[in-house]
């Protein structure tokens, strides 16, 4: 596709950096698939007034092989295609690029973006010197300049070009995580694309892909929500079956280990704490490593780290938040050997999505979604953007008499109140009763007698399909719908 959807404030960020007559820096992170090569190119490929040079690194290629690719690329881009000299090392290479843009005209500007740059260093090649010396000596001193350094492995990027303690230490200008696409921006993607679709429609497909860009594009207009899903999850060698395999393993070493750790977090709906991870993941004493690996994934956008409201002691919680892994380890890895082989055949989504298993597992997920349009909530609560969202669990001991309580989510706000949030996913208007409202004031008043707040309590409902209005609504204080979340 020749146009960029769902993207404003990124593009914001790209003429910013366009505009400004001074050399900028910009580090570009997110997951696979999320579309960080396709907006960079074709923004600043389409730019007046700009040249526009970009290379790409290779997974576990060798750095002859990338140093190749790379002056291929200055030959290409610099001198119609004309084969360059051979070089064997990065500082001739990037010498090569400095000459090349040196006979430029004075008034255009140069966009160097070396994309998945992560696996362009290679061990021992020195490169991450290399940019530190040209970047330092040459290229910050032209204000022409605007590089891009960009890559998947988004705990790379931070650690080694964001945090760099070396001689890139503070170059960094600006910064920019590329994050799936809102339920807003998805809407807007697929019905520019031809579709014409619901909310609800949206927020199932969402469910299952999460706002991936790339995976929005699998989908067809001619087909149903469950069609497509059918199409891209169930059918045989659909498109989805290998693509977990694929996305751990273009992210990270050893992939296995964060496969592990993931689908052991995934098990818990609630969380799994680190004491919980760390006892069963024996990877390293003390769970160093494993911390690392759970740095990684959450920088990656797999799973979210919360602090329990009041249990700062008991560490940080997590859970899965992306949507695509919670679809593929509930519903198509158990079947992944008949999917390859022949299929789930017949209309086997339409069938389960009638099932209390597919309405247990679409209500976590729903969750999940919640959790990405925090901003969307905390403004249809009329609450400060600066309260804190947490989760809050108490389980009694064995044998005691207390009673526990399940907080979905709740808002910590700065006019010393706390709204606690239920969340709820249906194809109707949830209906409250005598029976639910007491469960909320129990949970309340659990809730309050835990945490001993002193804190005014307010109670709202995140209800897909909002509420049947009876005799018990006007105990809520607000009520969230999917119209909500779907605002800019």
């Known amino acids: 596709m020749d146009k960029i959807l769902g993207r404003h404030k990124e593009i914001e960020l790209f003429q910013s950096i366009l505009r400004s007559n001074v050399p900028e ?15 960079i190119r074709n923004y600043f490929s389409n730019a007046k007034d700009v040249m526009f040079f970009d290379a790409t690194g290779s997974k576990n290629t060798p750095m002859s092989d990338q140093i190749e690719n790379f002056m291929t690329r200055i030959g290409e881009v610099f001198y119609n295609g004309l084969n360059p000299a051979k070089e064997i090392k990065w500082k001739n290479v990037f010498k090569a690029l400095t000459d090349a843009m040196r006979a430029l005209p004075k008034e255009k500007k140069i966009v160097l973006f070396f994309d998945e740059f992560p696996w362009m260093v290679t061990p021992k090649s020195r490169l991450l010197g290399v940019l530190d010396y040209f970047w330092n000596q040459y290229w910050s001193k032209d204000d022409r300049v605007k590089l891009i350094i960009c890559g998947s492995s988004a705990s790379w990027i931070i650690d080694n070009i964001i945090n760099n303690k070396g001689g890139l230490h503070n170059r960094i200008t600006q ?17 520019q694309t031809g579709f014409k679709i619901t909310n609800k429609q949206v927020v199932d497909l969402y469910m299952v892909t999460g706002g991936i860009p790339y995976y929005l594009t699998k989908f067809r207009k001619d087909f149903s929500v469950p069609q497509n899903i ?18 751990f393993s273009s992210l990270f070493e050893k992939a296995d280990i964060y496969i592990d750790i993931i689908r052991f977090i995934a098990k818990s709906r609630y969380g799994t704490s680190q004491e919980e991870i760390f006892s069963t993941i024996k990877e390293a004493p003390k769970g160093g490593e494993t911390l690392k690996k759970l740095k990684a994934l959450e920088e990656a956008g797999f799973i979210k ?9 008991r560490g940080l919680y997590y859970r899965v938040v992306d949507e ?6 509930q519903w198509i890895e158990p079947l992944k050997q008949t999917l390859f082989s022949q299929g789930a055949g017949g209309s086997y989504l339409e069938n389960e999505m009638r099932t209390p298993r597919w309405m247990s597992w679409a209500g976590y997920a729903f969750e999940s979604v919640c959790y990405k349009h925090l901003v969307q909530i905390m403004r249809c609560l009329n609450i400060s953007p600066a309260s804190l969202p947490h989760t809050w669990r108490y389980v009694p001991r064995s044998g005691s008499p207390d009673r526990g309580a399940q907080i979905d989510l709740l808002f910590d706000r700065p ?29 309340a008043e659990v809730f309050q007698t835990r945490t001993k707040t002193q804190k005014q309590i307010f109670m709202a409902i995140i209800a897909s399909h909002g509420l049947k ?8 204080s607000n009520v969230v719908t999917l119209e909500d979340l779907f605002k800019d």
């Open 230 to 247: 059918e199409h891209i999850a169930f059918k045989k060698n659909a498109f989805l079956l290998g693509e977990f395999d694929n996305l």
């Open 469 to 476: 209005n009876n005799f018990y609504t006007d105990q809520i």
């Open 324 to 329: 695509f892994t919670s679809f593929y380890l």
């Open 305 to 313: 780290s919360f602090k329990p409201f009041s249990h700062q002691k």
């Open 175 to 191: 910064r920019l995580l590329l994050e799936p696409l809102t339920l807003n921006a998805t809407k807007k993607f697929l019905t």
């Open 25 to 39: 820096f910009l580090a570009v992170y997110g997951r696979r698939r999320v579309g960080k090569t396709f907006l």
């Open 415 to 443: 006019d010393n109140a706390i709204t606690l949030c239920e969340i709820k996913y249906s194809y109707e208007p949830y209906t409250l009763d005598k029976e639910y409202i007491e469960i909320l004031h129990r949970k």
